[in-house]
């Protein structure tokens, strides 16, 4: 059961990500299901999980179902991604653009994957469902993200120099990338953590300052350096401090 679950998500693998020519996916995308690149992928689609099946009789009505989703999934995200082009500024949308759809059709994909191995091999998911343990997790998560940029925010704003780009400036940086940074980190600090590798976070912070240094060395501000210093240290603090107590806790559970 799980040799066919990796059977086929190797066929998906292989047919999505490494055979599949460049000029199919902009064929797809101008042209949607009307595509016959979108026929011609769906249908190594169908040849690759039929080969992931053995050409075994028995399960005809998985390769039917993962064949004719592909097919109707990758179009209905051609459509989407036209859709999306003409109504949202994909420059300003957070979850409905381009890269949502395409997150959004490998998920699609995976849980009908899942769906199919599922029905033939009910066994494999079998197992029971900590609801404590969920909850934990999703507090944790919350906190190492959101929460914690939102009180390093307050906790450095009296410091912030005047050479920090304010919201709404004009600057050379990506959009919200300090943001992104921060959840990044501290997640990585996390998994660190509950498998036991803290010298990780030492590797992390260490990486963290080489690429910091160039910025600190051209602006020749004392308070930029202290400032950063000041977001990092409490950045890496919260996130030990978390990861700590989501090890107490789940100790308890």
């Known amino acids: 059961m799980t040799l066919l679950l990796l059977k086929l998500l190797l066929a998906h693998l292989i047919a999505d990500f490494l055979i599949q020519p460049l000029s199919w996916v ?18 190594v689609h169908a040849a690759l999980y039929a080969m992931a099946f053995s050409f075994a009789p028995q399960f005809w009505l998985g390769w039917l179902i993962l064949s004719m989703t592909h097919y109707l999934v990758d179009g209905g995200k051609a459509i989407g991604n036209r859709v999306l082009d003409k109504t949202i500024d994909a420059d300003k949308s957070l979850f409905f653009n381009q890269r949502s759809l395409f997150l959004a059709d490998q998920l699609v994909h995976l849980l009908v994957i899942l769906g199919v191995v599922g029905y033939y091999y009910p066994e494999l998911y ?3 469902f900590n609801y404590e343990q969920f909850w934990l997790m999703a507090v944790v998560l919350l906190l190492l993200t959101r929460v914690s940029s ?5 906790l450095i ?5 005047l050479n920090v780009d304010q919201p709404g400036e004009t600057n050379h940086s990506l959009a919200n ?27 992390l912070l260490a990486a963290k300052s080489v690429f910091r240094f160039g910025d600190l060395k051209e602006a020749h501000d004392r308070r930029l350096t202290e400032y950063i210093l000041i977001g990092t240290l409490l950045s890496f603090g919260l996130a030990i401090a978390i990861s700590l107590g989501y090890e107490y806790f789940s100790d308890l559970i």
């Not at 797809?28 to 249908?43: D, N, R, V, W």
């Not at 939102?150 to 307050?154: A, D, E, G, L, Y």
């Not at 704003?157 to 120099?161: F, H, K, M, N, Y």
Request: proline content about 2%; glycine content about 8%; cysteine-free.
């Open 177 to 203: 990338a300090g943001s992104y940074i921060g959840f990044l980190e501290r997640l990585f600090i996390f998994v660190f953590i509950v498998t036991n590798h803290w010298e990780g976070v030492g590797f």
């Open 150 to 154: 939102i009180i390093i925010k307050v």
């Open 26 to 43: 902009k064929d797809k995308e101008q042209k949607g299901f009307a595509s016959s690149k979108l026929i011609l992928h769906s249908l």
């Open 157 to 161: 704003s009296r410091w912030t120099p």
């Open 126 to 128: 079998e197992f029971s």
